[in-house]
């Protein structure tokens, strides 16, 4: 072939590989023609690696949403523990005594045995009010008879029915109930902070996988560098055969060859380095498990509106649900401190009946028919002089809730700040990837015309060099303005709350 139709052949297969309509969001770019010089070819077809895999495998497998389940299920024990204040209490306690005197004197010795079994059962109800109901059976019996009573052994039983009713601290179900309603805003939280991890794990799920797609792709720019400079190499010395190029020439493609190799030697590692992040994110020592092919996704162009966004924000996003609901504890926490700052006034009262027979059975019967009674009514009144600790804990209460309030205050305005600088984000980003990818275009057309001129003696190695260093830069920042405009669509959605429900997932309860 003669020596001036292979540099425009060789200018006119590279513009080939390289036009594409950059900014046309219309028309879907033509595919790489392989037998361009500049072209990235992409790497033979696998088992695809969707993002929504690597999201559902993550929530599924991962350690980090694992370890989290356990939050909930703590907060749920934290309400049952609470509860538990609530339910009855049974007591059983018995006991058996024996004494034994010896004579003194003229007067026999005396022997006494006693058996005392008592059961009762207490109960806190939310108004406050503690009721017990208990029962004892008493076996007594002495040689000689010690006893006035006319029974030896005699057999005495009871049962009593107390109830304590608070009439100042302490009163009502708002504040008994108060620990056990924090209890359960709680659990309600600790479903709203798992839902919180979820979504951060959905975020860096997608930040590892679009990392692993940049790796890959960067890998394919270093490896078409590579390939160019060895061309260039191989161009250089057959130049230099025919004296059309020195030596200056050779060594200059020379070096760029070595960096070529090391940019993809480098590469290749960061490759494997972002597929062993996103494989332990998504399971578990599973390190040597292949990943398919991998993709940025598509953009649909629907830029999104502030407004839309924030209120997405204040509608789903755990955390600040999560952070109101703190609020309404601590509003418990102060009811209770100012419950504390009143008197203790406690209404007691008591009622029994018991019985004394000569043997177990009649002794019940005999407290069945209520001829023995007792009855008991009084009165508890106790106030801690000047009240320093209680008063402490009220002011130091008031001081938390009106800090939480304000906290809250602040995150509604934090999350405003963040979603208008999310959404300008996504904008910009935009942007930039049309600019980037156009730029792209114009250093392949220079690069092109750079080989042409030195194919046509026209131009140095070092000139060749120098455009396919842009070429590669340019194409490095496109990749990396797609992956930035990923990772700011990412963080808006996260802001949003709305991460799951794009992936249609729910959580378990």
Same mark, same amino acid.
């Given at each position: ?10 200018? &006119? ?24 010089? @500049? ?25 980090? !949403?694992? !370890? ?12 049952? !523990?609470?509860?538990?204040?609530? /339910? ?15 004579? #003194? ?15 009762? #059962?207490?109960? $806190?109800?939310?108004?406050? @009010?503690?009721?017990?109901? =208990?029962?004892? /059976? ?36 708002? &504040? ?49 560098? $590579? ?61 040597? @498990? ?14 999104? &509106?502030?407004? =839309? ?11 600040? #649900? ?9 509003? $418990? ?22 019985? @004394? ?43 938390? $809730? ?12 934090? #999350?405003?700040?963040?979603?208008? =600088? ?46 396919? =260093? ?12 797609? !992956? ?26």
């Amino acid at each position: 072939m003669p020596n001036r139709l292979r540099p425009s052949l060789v200018a &006119v297969s590279l513009l080939a590989g390289f036009l594409m309509p950059a900014l046309a969001e219309d028309t879907a770019p033509p595919a790489p023609d392989p037998s361009s010089p @500049t072209a990235i070819v992409p790497a033979p077809a696998s088992a695809p690696l969707t993002l929504e895999d690597c999201v559902q495998r993550a929530l599924e497998h991962g350690f980090d !949403i694992e !370890i989290q389940r356990y939050t909930p299920a703590i907060a749920k024990a934290s309400v049952d !523990i609470a509860r538990g204040s609530f /339910f009855p209490t049974l007591a059983l306690t018995g006991s058996q005594s024996h004494s034994n005197t010896g004579p #003194i004197g003229s007067a026999p010795g005396t022997k006494s045995d006693a058996r005392l079994f008592n059961l009762g #059962i207490t109960e $806190l109800l939310q108004t406050g @009010t503690s009721v017990s109901v =208990s029962t004892s /059976f008493d076996r007594s019996e002495s040689n000689p008879n010690a006893f006035t009573s006319f029974y030896n052994p005699a057999y005495t039983s009871d049962v009593t029915v107390a109830v304590t009713q608070p009439l100042l601290r302490g009163a009502g179900i708002g &504040v008994t109930t108060a620990t056990l309603n924090r209890a359960r805003i709680g659990r309600q939280r600790a479903g709203f902070d798992f839902q919180a991890r979820a979504l951060d794990i959905v975020q860096q799920t997608e930040g590892d996988y679009y990392n692993l797609v940049y790796a890959r792709e960067q890998l394919s720019v270093f490896k078409v560098s $590579l390939d160019l400079a060895n061309r260039l190499l191989e161009e250089a010395q057959a130049k230099r055969t025919v004296g059309t190029a020195t030596d200056i020439d050779v060594l200059q493609a020379q070096v760029g060859v070595a960096n070529a190799r090391s940019n993809v030697l480098s590469s290749e590692k960061s490759v494997k380095d972002t597929g062993d992040a996103l494989l332990a994110l998504i399971g578990r020592f599973e390190l040597d @498990t292949p990943l398919g092919t991998a993709k940025f996704a598509d953009f649909n162009g629907q830029l999104p &509106v502030i407004e =839309s966004s924030y209120q997405l924000a204040m509608r789903n996003q755990p955390d600040y #649900i999560s952070a109101k609901m703190q609020l309404d504890q601590f509003k $418990l926490d102060l009811s209770v401190t100012k419950d504390a700052l009143k008197p203790t006034l406690n209404l007691n009262g008591a009622l029994g009946f018991n019985g @004394t027979k000569g043997s177990g059975y009649d002794s019940f019967n005999n407290a069945a028919n209520r001829d023995n009674n007792s009855w008991q009514v009084g009165f508890t009144l106790s106030y801690p002089w000047g009240q320093v600790s209680d008063r402490g804990r009220y002011h130091q209460s008031l001081a938390i $809730l009106n800090q939480q309030t304000l906290t809250v205050r602040q995150l509604e305005q934090s #999350i405003l700040v963040q979603v208008r =600088s999310a959404v300008r984000a996504v904008e910009t980003n935009n942007e930039k990837v049309k600019i980037a990818a156009l730029a792209a275009e114009f250093s392949a057309k220079q690069y092109d015309l750079e080989a042409a001129r030195f194919a046509a003696g026209l131009a140095t190695s070092r000139d060749v060099l120098q455009t396919q =260093s842009d070429l590669e830069n340019a194409r490095v920042a496109e990749l990396q303005a797609r !992956i930035t405009l990923q990772n700011s669509i990412s963080a808006l959605h996260r802001l949003e709350g709305s991460s799951l429900e794009r992936y249609h997932l729910a959580l378990p309860e």
